[in-house]
């Protein structure tokens, strides 16, 4: 996680530029839909802020996290609001967020640590809270263009989840990258509510057709997403 930090911290700037404009209005929708009026929402791994200024301005409290300290000046600069400097494995509320957007940020956590984060994510979220991730879509992991991904497919995310009987999979969807020449990469975003799961829900559905969101519970048809949805860019 260090060699990613040092990445961002040496490109934090050229990588706001590069990401400040991109349109994620319908990952905002996926997410949002799910929340309560003027929720709060904790923003982890917050990058130059452009997620927190949305939510902000749509009336939402925001609380903003980044591991690199880079980032928090801009993020900060942007929103005009405090920015907390802590690691993943390091946040330590407890029930204190209707909504944590993990956007292209959790991908960076190793596998074996990922749990920890997972952990310390359910803790921070109220009962009935929603978490969006979005990871890259495959299975690799390991360093890439100078820092740490770990990967995610459907299956390897339902297999993540599957230890926490508080966090049920609600949906997922694959979307392709906004960037132009880069739209064959493909990106796996999920919805998790914190809530004991149901027998129902406890039982695992796909669909099995390529390119269908898979669920832990069929999303009804306001809820479906196509597959070329767009997503953050993250090289």
């Known amino acids: 996680m260090d060699k990613t930090l040092d990445y961002y911290n040496q490109t934090a700037h050229a990588y706001a530029a590069d990401t400040l404009n991109a349109d994620v209005s319908k990952l905002y929708e996926f997410f949002l839909?799910?929340?309560?009026?003027h929720a709060t929402i904790l923003d982890l791994?917050?990058?130059?802020g452009?997620?927190?200024?949305?939510?902000?301005r749509e009336g939402y409290r925001v609380q903003s996290i980044d591991?690199?300290?880079?980032f928090c000046k801009l993020a900060s600069q942007l929103t005009g609001r405090p920015v907390l400097c802590r690691t993943f494995e390091d946040i330590d509320f407890t029930e204190e967020f209707d909504g944590i957007w993990a956007c292209a940020s959790i991908l960076h956590v190793p596998s074996t640590r990922l749990p920890l984060v997972l952990e310390n994510i359910s803790r921070a979220l109220k009962k009935g809270g929603h978490l969006y991730a979005s990871f890259k879509y495959g299975t690799f992991e390991g360093d890439r263009n100078g820092r740490y991904f770990t990967d995610m497919t459907e299956e390897l995310f339902e297999k993540l989840l599957a230890p926490f009987?508080?966090?049920?999979i609600i949906e997922t969807m694959v979307t392709a990258d906004v960037r132009v020449g880069r739209e064959d990469?493909?990106?796996?975003?999920?919805?998790?509510?914190?809530?004991?799961?149901?027998?129902?829900?406890?039982?695992?559905?796909k669909t099995g057709e390529q390119g269908v969101p898979r669920n832990s519970i069929r999303p009804s048809t306001r809820h479906q997403r196509s597959l070329d949805r767009q997503i953050q860019p993250e090289n």
């Open 165 to 168: 009987n508080e966090l049920t």
């Open 45 to 48: 791994g917050c990058g130059s």
């Open 185 to 205: 990469e493909k990106w796996l975003n999920g919805v998790v509510r914190k809530g004991r799961k149901t027998p129902i829900e406890s039982t695992r559905r």
């Open 50 to 56: 452009r997620d927190s200024l949305h939510f902000l």
């Open 67 to 70: 591991g690199s300290p880079e």
């Open 33 to 37: 839909s799910r929340l309560p009026a």
